[in-house]
């Protein structure tokens, strides 16, 4: 079965990106096998706030875990550097995707997973989202629109046969976008509308489409004419005290290729030079890249050669000691 990657858009989320200590790594598989009844645990408390977790594993942390193959999609974040704007990548072990309808839920699992990991991990980054709105981020556009939904959203962020030990897996990639809301704020609307390719009141795409208009810089179309989607689960973060303003970006696919591609599309440009004009308002901090495996690889981990037939792995029933 799959980690609950699908759902409605979530109102309040918790992302944290850690570092497992070097001889913790007993430690942090039996978190892993547990972190599904912990969110059962916090989350009865208050059942229709809809608490989840989703756990995505880093290449580095992957070769301490586990004796087994590397999924074929798993590698370090490659970072890019374009003519202008730069997208770091930034060490991770572990990513805790978390949300719920309200803040406090999140904050008690987040709580409880830190006190199973204390003293093992080393908190890489800490970013609590929140929604903005009818679904917007800080620059006033709704955020997320072209996300696929039912068969088409689990095609897009689903492992299949390309890798059928990983089936039923995914991968997400994230980054930390910083804005700069005064120069943002400085431009008339039409020329946001311009940069993002989108009205900012209906949210309905421009006829006139710049071709280095966010919109049309993230739309990944194959040669036989196929567009390549992916799920963002996007949320909003701030700090006004701290003149502080961002958007956290968070993306799953079945293949982080198609990902990456946005991302060159987005800091190189195709062509070179023709980079994302939201770039020039936004800049990104932090860039990382996980596999995401399923609920039960995280209880029992032991790939078989060949998918289940619900398309998730074929994992045995017996879970590990935990002695």
């Known amino acids: 079965m799959i980690q609950e990657v699908l759902r409605e858009p ?10 497992v200590r070097p001889g913790s790594e007993d430690t942090a598989r039996d978190l892993l096998a547990d972190v599904a009844g912990l969110t059962r645990a916090v989350g009865f408390r208050v059942p229709d706030d809809r608490l989840s977790c989703v756990v995505g594993i880093g290449t580095s942390l992957w070769h301490r875990l586990y004796r087994l193959p590397v999924p074929r999609g798993l590698h370090p974040f490659r970072g890019l550097s374009g003519a202008k704007h730069t997208a770091p990548a930034t060490h991770g072990d572990l990513l ?29 980054d800490e970013v609590q989202g929140f929604k903005y709105f009818d679904e917007r981020d800080l620059l006033g556009f709704v955020d997320g629109t072209e996300n696929p939904s039912g068969h088409a959203a689990v095609a897009a962020i689903t492992i299949g046969d390309e890798d059928p030990a990983y089936a039923g897996g995914s991968y997400v990639i994230v980054q930390k976008y910083l804005h700069d809301l005064d120069a943002w704020q400085a431009l008339p609307v039409a020329e946001q509308e311009r940069v993002i390719g989108r009205q900012k009141l209906s949210d309905i795409e421009l ?85 995401v495996p399923t609920a039960e690889f995280l209880e029992s981990p032991t790939p078989t050669q060949s998918a289940a037939s619900d398309g998730s792995l074929g994992i045995g029933s017996l879970r590990r000691s935990r002695t």
């Open 96 to 124: 805790f995707h978390v949300r719920a309808s309200s803040l406090d839920l999140c904050f008690e699992l987040v709580r409880q997973v830190m006190r199973r990991l204390a003293g093992h991990v080393n908190v890489r």
């Open 10 to 19: 979530a109102k309040a989320a918790i992302f944290l990106v850690l570092d």
């Open 207 to 291: 006829a006139d489409q710049p071709v280095n208009s966010h919109v049309a810089v993230n739309t990944i179309v194959d040669a036989d004419g196929t567009e390549r989607q992916i799920v963002r689960e996007n949320m909003a973060f701030g700090s006004p005290g701290a003149d502080e303003f961002g958007t956290y970006f968070i993306g799953y696919a079945g293949t982080p290729e198609v990902i990456e591609r946005m991302l060159h599309r987005m800091f190189v440009g195709e062509p070179p030079g023709n980079h994302d004009r939201i770039l020039d308002f936004s800049t990104a901090v932090t860039g990382s890249l996980f596999f």
